[in-house]
């Protein structure tokens, strides 16, 4: 009798780790996703900002750019305001990872430099646990990406190949 106590308890200890073990699995994918899903949101407004970058920079140097309907483009200097951006990534990325996965949304290392050149998106947050580990309920985490303003895939490979040509002279 006492070895089949042993055997039972020894059973529902493998079966409490195991779960216990497959619980902190999923977690962990869970929260990466999440993190995947917050720099999915910054790369995405990179490139629609580069792209609108690029449109007002080609208005600035006198060309005449119009929509395919055939109406002119309305990009304006206050579309980059950096309030702005931050408002709209922090839209973005509390809808992207999903209500009470993250706190603490900082995105104060976002900018858009003076002169229009340089998109550096940021965002610190910290990603919440599902339960509560002794202290800790969350975890400190950091979603970044930088974009050259104006380089969509054809002006950054034209810029390129001007920079080897010049190399070589």
Request: contains cysteine; positive net charge.
């Amino acid at each position: 009798v006492l070895l089949e106590a042993s055997l039972t308890t020894e059973a529902s200890w493998s079966l409490t780790v195991f779960l216990f073990a497959v619980i902190i699995l999923a977690m962990t994918m869970e929260m990466l996703d999440t993190q995947r899903k917050i720099q999915t949101v910054l790369e995405t407004t990179a490139r629609e900002l580069s792209q609108y970058a690029y449109i007002f920079y080609r208005r600035t140097e006198g060309e005449e750019l119009r929509d395919t309907d055939g109406t002119d483009s309305l990009v304006t200097a206050e579309l980059f305001a950096e309030g702005a951006v931050r408002a709209f990534l922090e839209v973005k990325i509390r809808e992207a990872a999903g209500r009470g996965r993250i706190s603490g949304l900082d995105l104060s290392g976002t900018e858009i430099t003076k002169n229009g050149e340089e998109i550096n998106l940021r965002a610190k947050y910290r990603l919440m646990l599902p339960f509560r580990v002794f202290v800790l309920d969350s975890v400190p985490a950091v979603s970044y990406t930088h974009l050259r303003a104006h380089e969509t895939g054809r002006n950054l490979v034209c810029r390129l190949l001007l920079e080897k040509k010049k190399k070589k002279k």
